[in-house]
C-alpha cells in the first residue's frame, strides 16, 4: 500500500502499563512507538540510538546527565546515545517515541557515535513556537535529528509541489487538516493521525486552510 495511515489515539487507547511502548509504525528503519509515562522509570542508557520523545499530551519530566526539563503536549526533546537519563509524570502522559531500530555499526558513519562532551545541554523544541515562524508553503523546517532521521515542521494551505523520495517517509498532522495524496490513493489526517507514503511512490500535501504537520525520513 503506496499509503498506511495510523490514529495514534487508537493505539494509545490500548496502552494498560506505563513505559510499555506499541510500535505504531515503521520508516524504513526508524521505529515509531507510543507509550504512556505515569510514574517514574528508572536511570538508564541507550549505547545505540537517538531517542525523540514528543508529548501527546500530559506532562514529562526528563532529567538526565545533561540537566533537566519539563515537556508539555507539542514539546519534544532528542536524548542523545549514551546520555544517562529518565523520565517521570505525576499523572498519566501519552508519549511518541522515534527510535532507530538500526544499530550504529550498521549506518556506515552516517552518525556520530555518542553526544558530544561540548554539548552536554538538551535543547526542548515547542512544535508550536517553530510553526509560528514558518513559511506557509509547506517548505521543510527542519527541528530535530534522530540518528540517520530528520524530523521537518511543514505549513502551509493550497498544495504542495508533487515530490518523490526514495526512502519511507511519515507525515504526523499537529494542526489543521491536511490531506497526503498520492497516485495510488489518498489519506486525510487531522492530530494525532500520521501516514507514512511507501518508498519511491509520489506524493503532496494539500490543505484548505492553514495546516502545520511533522515529517519524518531520511534526507527530509
Given at each position: 500500500?503506496?499509503?498506511?495511515?495510523v490514529?495514534?489515539?487508537?493505539?494509545?487507547?490500548?496502552l494498560?502499563?506505563?513505559?510499555?511502548p506499541?510500535?505504531?509504525?515503521q520508516?524504513?528503519?526508524?521505529?515509531?512507538?507510543v507509550?504512556?509515562?505515569h510514574?517514574?522509570?528508572?536511570?538508564?542508557?541507550?549505547?545505540?540510538?537517538?531517542?525523540?520523545?514528543l508529548?501527546?499530551?500530559?506532562?514529562?519530566?526528563?532529567?538526565?546527565?545533561?540537566?533537566?526539563?519539563?515537556?508539555?503536549?507539542?514539546?519534544?526533546?532528542?536524548?542523545?546515545?549514551?546520555?544517562?537519563?529518565?523520565?517521570?509524570?505525576?499523572?498519566?502522559?501519552?508519549?511518541?517515541?522515534?527510535?532507530p531500530?538500526l544499530?550504529?555499526?550498521?549506518?556506515?558513519?552516517?552518525?556520530?557515535?555518542?553526544?558530544l562532551?561540548?554539548?552536554?545541554?538538551?535543547?526542548?523544541?515547542?512544535v508550536?513556537?517553530?510553526a509560528?515562524?514558518?513559511?506557509?508553503?509547506?517548505?521543510?523546517?527542519?527541528?530535530a535529528?534522530?540518528?540517520a532521521?530528520?524530523?521537518?515542521?511543514?505549513?502551509?494551505?493550497g498544495?504542495?509541489p508533487w515530490e518523490?523520495?526514495?526512502?519511507a517517509?511519515?507525515?504526523?498532522?499537529?494542526?489543521?487538516?491536511?490531506?497526503?495524496?498520492?497516485?495510488?490513493?489518498?489519506?486525510?489526517?487531522?492530530?494525532?493521525?500520521?501516514?507514512?507514503?511507501?518508498a519511491g511512490t509520489?506524493?503532496?500535501l494539500?490543505?484548505?486552510g492553514?495546516?502545520?504537520?511533522?515529517?519524518?525520513?531520511?534526507?527530509?
Amino acid at each position: 500500500m503506496a499509503i498506511t495511515t495510523v490514529d495514534l489515539s487508537e493505539v494509545a487507547a490500548q496502552l494498560r502499563r506505563p513505559f510499555e511502548p506499541i510500535e505504531a509504525a515503521q520508516v524504513d528503519e526508524l521505529g515509531v512507538y507510543v507509550y504512556v509515562s505515569h510514574g517514574r522509570f528508572a536511570w538508564h542508557r541507550h549505547l545505540d540510538e537517538d531517542e525523540l520523545f514528543l508529548v501527546l499530551n500530559g506532562m514529562v519530566a526528563m532529567d538526565s546527565e545533561w540537566g533537566s526539563l519539563t515537556l508539555h503536549a507539542g514539546e519534544l526533546v532528542v536524548m542523545p546515545k549514551g546520555v544517562g537519563h529518565r523520565s517521570s509524570s505525576p499523572w498519566r502522559a501519552v508519549v511518541l517515541l522515534l527510535r532507530p531500530k538500526l544499530l550504529a555499526h550498521a549506518q556506515n558513519g552516517k552518525r556520530r557515535l555518542y553526544g558530544l562532551a561540548e554539548e552536554q545541554t538538551l535543547q526542548k523544541v515547542v512544535v508550536g513556537q517553530a510553526a509560528a515562524s514558518a513559511s506557509t508553503d509547506f517548505r521543510l523546517h527542519p527541528i530535530a535529528q534522530v540518528g540517520a532521521y530528520s524530523v521537518a515542521l511543514r505549513r502551509g494551505t493550497g498544495h504542495s509541489p508533487w515530490e518523490q523520495r526514495p526512502v519511507a517517509t511519515l507525515i504526523m498532522a499537529y494542526l489543521g487538516r491536511v490531506l497526503v495524496e498520492s497516485t495510488d490513493g489518498q489519506a486525510s489526517l487531522i492530530s494525532p493521525k500520521l501516514a507514512v507514503v511507501s518508498a519511491g511512490t509520489p506524493f503532496r500535501l494539500s490543505a484548505a486552510g492553514d495546516c502545520v504537520c511533522l515529517q519524518v525520513g531520511q534526507g527530509s
